[in-house]
């Protein structure tokens, strides 16, 4: 394969207006990295020459990536695309084949207060006995450090963020007496708590009512406004203009990645989808109506 | 019915094993791999078998580190194979138990001429016996108590996993729920696991000399999961698991000394009664329980 032709050289292009000329060879991308080993802390999320592989095959495949500071980023590619295992891959939770991960220019272990994380719904035990407070108190786990009790002030904290999301009435209540929605707003509560720098998050759109969406929208812009950076794995291309202001186009490789004006075109949904004709349809009137 | 000194050691060695027991189980119960206590109680007779060949001798601190190193193999060998080898955690459970139960029991047929354990003796225990193996006599009160050596073991042992379940208590609980997010905190979810496997291993060792294996499997799983009927908290179902396990020592060995007589046989095997009354125990409550039970839902599907 020709270095040329490789997903890296639109990515870098997209972020860095140093590399765009200077893509034809590795060595020189390489020289160029170098001085920009500075700048790489302030940036949020850097992914170079990721491939993370199940069985043998590869799952996602040579991902190069760089997010900015105070972003909504949505990623989007079609189910199996590798969407899931990208942001799992950059929180250390899937073992990578190559290629490394930095969060502010350094490793995820290292950074990890930074870091927070909201998991796909589905991937817990609702039926598990605790209780909406305690489940957000979990946010304050990790800073708490081992065989710390939980404190007052990690609860009034959890409850702060209980009443954000709107959920303070139900925090002595047993998880699986919410709904849906409910559910993924106590998630989001717990992040929130987490008071990270970058957020990821696992198709947390995915069957909740409107309500909730609403909410969760609202709470996207707030940690914008915040100056935190938020990555969605998204599912629902009618509204990916609507709620991100990034975003990464993928399957299996970055198809393609940038401000979400410029990315997210019917040229572009056509190499991430392929020929699921009808769903391209549907996103590109949603695209003209937007 | 008559009641000896005796008889009160047998319920009190019979509530420590079951404690310890119950302890751990919850977690094994909240963590849907409650047949892990089965697996692991089997897979560690090689490493009681090693430490016998490589100490030749009985010394219960060489058996509880063969017990807990062989109760981490079990559960290092059953993530790996059901991760590589394409078979889901019940089926690598059982590949990886069956085996080590195997080469513990070629183990001790070699060193058969020496080491007294008898099969029965594994599957049932000996609790009738253990508090005639006294090894402290101390004076309290100008009353002088036998302690057995099972009493003071499974003693240490129930204080070992409430010291670990108080100290880990928060760890144990974001990692039972969502263990990928405890990770990204730097959590060690593996880690958790791992020490929890290895209290079992030691704890199984500890119980089933007392009360044998049959009994220990019975106490990791059924009283915790009665526990889990009555209450949405965890501290509340630990607390109430406990409970559990105590009635099923106590009303186990007063059925197996009564039961038996009504239809005119002598009295039973204690152990094997505290089995059957905790499995009574989990059956009235999933009827009665006011939320989760049989009961209840029938009322509120029924009027409501």
Redesign the interface.
């Known amino acids: 394969m020709l270095w040329a032709e490789s997903p890296r050289a639109f990515v870098r292009k997209d972020f860095f207006g140093i590399f765009s000329l200077e893509m034809n060879t590795r060595n020189k991308v390489i020289i160029k990295e170098k001085d920009l080993e500075l700048d790489l802390s302030l940036q949020p999320l850097t992914i170079r020459d990721l491939t993370v592989s199940y069985n043998r095959k590869p799952v996602i495949w040579d991902i190069d990536l760089s997010i900015p500071k105070g972003y909504l980023v949505g990623i989007v590619g079609p189910n199996g695309a590798g969407k899931s295992t990208l942001i799992k891959a950059c929180l250390d939770l899937v073992p990578r084949t190559s290629g490394e991960v930095m969060i502010y220019g350094k490793t995820y272990h290292k950074e990890r207060r930074r870091v927070g994380y909201v998991p796909q719904r589905e991937s817990v035990d609702w039926d598990f006995p605790v209780s909406v407070l305690d489940v957000v108190a979990m946010g304050t786990y990790g800073r708490l450090g081992w065989m710390r009790r939980v404190s007052k002030r990690s609860k009034a904290l959890s409850m702060e963020a209980l009443d954000r999301v709107g959920l303070v009435d139900y925090a002595n209540r047993q998880i699986s007496q919410l709904s849906g929605g409910q559910q993924q707003r106590t998630f989001l509560a717990r992040a929130l708590v987490q008071d990270a720098d970058i957020y990821f998050m696992d198709e947390p759109f995915s069957s909740v009512d409107a309500a909730t969406e609403r909410a969760i929208v609202q709470l996207l812009k707030d940690l914008k406004k915040l100056g935190k950076t938020v990555i969605v794995v998204h599912h629902d291309l009618s509204t990916v203009s609507q709620y991100f202001d990034w975003t990464v186009l993928l399957n299996m490789r970055v198809v393609s990645a940038g401000p979400t004006e410029e990315v997210f075109n019917q040229d572009n949904l056509r190499r991430t989808y392929g020929g699921k004709l009808t769903l391209l349809t549907q996103a590109a009137n949603e695209i003209a109506r937007n | 019915m008559s009641w000896y000194t005796i008889d009160t050691w047998i319920v009190v060695i019979g509530a420590l094993a079951a404690t310890s027991c119950a302890l751990l189980g919850n977690f094994l119960v909240?963590r849907?791999m409650s047949m892990m206590g089965d697996a692991i109680s089997h897979a560690v007779l090689p490493g009681l078998a090693l430490a016998f060949l490589v100490t030749s001798a009985r010394t219960s601190l060489a058996m509880f580190i063969g017990a807990a190193l062989v109760g981490v193999i079990t559960a290092v060998f059953t993530q790996w194979i059901s991760r590589f080898g394409k078979v889901d955690e019940g089926a690598s459970m059982g590949i990886v138990f069956t085996s080590l139960f195997a080469i513990g029991l070629l183990l001790i047929v070699q060193a058969a001429d020496h080491v007294d354990l008898d099969p029965s003796c594994v599957l049932y225990g000996a609790i009738e016996l253990t508090p005639l193996d006294v090894i402290w006599r101390p004076t309290l009160f100008g009353l002088e108590f036998h302690v057995p050596r099972a009493a003071l073991v499974l003693g240490a042992i129930v204080v070992l996993n409430l010291g670990f379940l108080i100290?880990?208590f928060?760890?144990l609980?974001?990692s039972?729920?969502?263990p990928?997010?405890?990770?990204?905190?730097?959590?060690n979810s593996n880690l958790v696991h791992y020490l929890l496997m290895s209290l079992v291993a030691v704890t199984t060792v500890a119980a089933f000399e007392a009360v044998g294996s049959i009994i220990v499997i019975a106490m990791l799983i059924v009283p915790p999961a009665t526990a889990?009927l009555l209450?949405?908290?965890?501290w509340?179902?630990v607390v109430l698991s406990v409970v559990f396990a105590c009635a099923s020592a106590l009303f186990g060995h007063i059925s197996a000394l009564v039961v038996p007589s009504w239809f005119g046989f002598d009295d039973t095997s204690t152990s094997g009664m505290m089995a059957v009354v905790s499995g009574l125990l989990f059956a009235l409550i999933m009827f009665v329980a006011p939320r989760h039970g049989l009961l209840s839902k029938w009322f509120y599907n029924k009027f409501l």
């Open positions: 909240l849907k100290s880990f928060k760890e609980r974001i039972s729920f969502d990928e997010l405890a990770t990204t905190m730097g959590i889990l209450t949405d908290r965890l509340i179902m």
